[in-house]
């Protein structure tokens, strides 16, 4: 069984359950810490609805946060979100002009091939 994550009508990421369970609960815990909405909406229970304008906006301040280098977990923590949204913000044919350094945008690229949509 898989997980939808969804904008409009376009399938972007369709990983495991369970990654994708993991994956939301990532998210939510950091709308709650930034006080900031993602743009995920619950559709059923393996199903999410992304509005990409917000949840570019929610990565784009991640991305500043995490490249403020004060603190090397939260770094860490943070990419384990950021990396699969820069993957679900490039299917969603949302160009970013997001600051990503080239190591993070290639993990990116690495990380889509084993992003199955």
Known sequence: MSYLFEVEDRTV???ALRVGQIYVEYVRSLERVYGLEAGFTQTTEDSVRIDAQVFAGFV??????AGEGRHLVLEL???AV???ALVIL??????????VGASLMGEATTYARRMPE
């Open 60 to 65: 784009t301040h991640l991305l500043s946060t």
């Open 90 to 99: 490039d299917r969603a044919g949302l160009s970013t002009t997001m600051s």
């Open 13 to 15: 990421w369709s990983p």
């Open 82 to 84: 950021a990396i699969p």
């Open 77 to 79: 923590e943070l990419r």
